[in-house]
């Protein structure tokens, strides 16, 4: 409890001294800190002691994540007014402010254990707010470095170092203290971890479980969708909850996009290979129930391979599996956390909706849907009836998801699920979400009132 007390103490004392910073000073700040997180002398340590630690993922995408989380979270921001009046309207007479929401408490993943924290920060400060990390026990020291970095970008700008903090070994009564004690909580992480932060008391921002579909329609162009779908499954060995996990293909270019998959490096597994594949991916817990194994979490697909006595081809970089219908009850169709891709085809573009939806209800509820396809008629359907937050449509989805240059979505690494996933938004978690708003209304003309204009249609239609 003291630890955490004087770890809150500080935040506020260190928020307060920026409370009334100019934009200009703090975006000043953010461009410091940021910077921290992306140069190659700080991203090339933060991404090798993140795999040597977590054991998770590689390196060569730990640096890209890092460059294009950071980068695009900065972009976003600078220009972006989050200091004073950022919005007035003559016509309705309404002025918005924007203050700080306080002292903000970010749990990090041990699958994203920096670049996610290079994200938060960045938004986190941008309304002049402090943060209390607290990481992930595999990721510790790595988290920890990063924020090292950070502190030391808040020292060359002349702002109080703790508006930055690691919260460091601490136990789940003492993580729950200091989530009931701050201000704001965004959680990046495992389900339990979010139930804990929504159940704190204190206003949270969670992220729902991925299990990204992605939708290969019949006009698809099946080569570069093939070539999307591979960088984005193996992709930092699927570490992101936005990375493909099974595709629905229509049958007219089934056979054609199997065979792109596996000229981009894809494995076929056979009948007899599946069920090794299955034993391998899903074991018993200690309570006897069937969950993903932690040994295949965010490993290459050679390595998983071997794990499963499967012998593929020294190129492969990807495992494919046949889905069995119905597809909600087949075990692949969950989210894997592994470059193993299931595929199912469809005849019926209604059809592919509904198993979509059944894929999503089980797994993955509110998150996101790809489409490789040119049709607005499909991308339209899509957006008006599916369940779901994000409908990402001929991109990769785990770079596109969280934003990516092809696309203006926010950049980051915090997805919202909306009610779907048992979270309170659909948006990408970006700097609006950490600021409080001031509503000044002012007078202005009165509004006319009028039954029969509002009503006369529906009396002559129903009656009074």
Request: charged content about 20%; glycine content about 8%.
């Amino acid at each position: 409890m003291e630890t955490v007390e004087d770890l809150v103490k500080k935040a506020r004392d260190a928020q307060q001294k920026v409370k009334n910073y100019t934009q200009s000073q703090i975006d000043e700040v953010c461009l410091s800190v940021a910077w921290q997180m992306y140069n190659d002398e700080n991203v090339d340590r933060l991404s090798r002691m993140a795999v040597e630690e977590t054991k998770y993922g590689n390196y060569e995408s730990k640096v890209i994540k890092h460059k294009r989380k950071i980068g695009g979270v900065i972009q976003d921001v600078m220009g972006a007014v989050s200091v004073g009046l950022i919005e007035k309207n003559e016509d309705t007479g309404i002025s918005k402010y924007a203050k700080p929401v306080g002292v903000v408490c970010a749990i990090l993943p041990a699958t994203n254990p920096t670049a996610t924290a290079g994200s938060n920060v960045v938004a986190v400060l941008k309304g002049r707010n402090a943060v209390i990390f607290r990481p992930s026990s595999r990721a510790a020291n790595c988290s920890k470095l990063a924020i090292e970095f950070m502190r030391a970008g808040l020292r060359k700008v002349g702002a109080p170092e703790d508006l930055v903090q690691c919260a460091e070994d601490m136990d789940i009564t003492a993580t729950n203290l200091l989530m009931q004690k701050c201000d704001v909580i965004v959680a990046t992480g495992g389900a339990p971890m979010v139930r804990a932060a929504y159940s704190s008391g204190t206003p949270s921002y969670g992220v729902g479980a991925g299990n990204a579909v992605a939708v290969v329609a019949e006009d698809a162009p099946v080569a570069q969708a093939a070539s999307m779908v591979t960088s984005s499954k193996i992709f930092d060995n699927a570490t992101s909850c936005s990375s493909e996990n099974s595709l629905l293909i229509h049958i007219s270019v089934y056979q054609s996009m199997l065979q792109a998959l596996k000229d981009n490096g894809g494995h076929l597994c056979s009948p007899e290979e599946r069920t090794k594949l299955q034993n391998t991916l899903w074991k018993a817990n200690a309570k006897g129930k069937i969950s993903i194994n932690p040994d295949i979490v965010a490993q290459n697909a050679k390595t998983i391979a071997g794990m499963a006595e499967i012998n593929v081809h020294e190129n492969t970089v990807m495992l494919l599996v046949e889905g069995t219908l119905p597809a909600d009850l087949d075990i692949f169709s969950q989210e894997k956390l592994s470059p193993v891709l299931t595929l199912y085809p469809y005849e019926d573009f209604e059809k592919a909706l509904e198993m979509y939806s059944r894929i999503a209800r089980r797994c993955g509820y509110g998150h996101s849907v790809g489409i490789h396809t040119f049709k607005d008629e499909y991308i339209r359907r899509m957006g008006e009836i599916l369940e779901t937050s994000r409908v990402t449509v001929r991109q990769p989805m785990a770079a596109a998801n969280g934003g990516h240059a092809l696309n203006r979505m926010p950049s980051t690494t915090t997805l919202g699920c909306g009610t779907w996933g048992r979270n309170s938004t659909t948006e990408n978690i970006n700097y609006k979400h950490f600021l409080n708003i001031t509503w000044v209304n002012e007078p202005v003309s009165a509004r006319d009132f009028s039954e029969e204009k509002l009503w006369g249609e529906f009396w002559k239609k129903y009656g009074k």
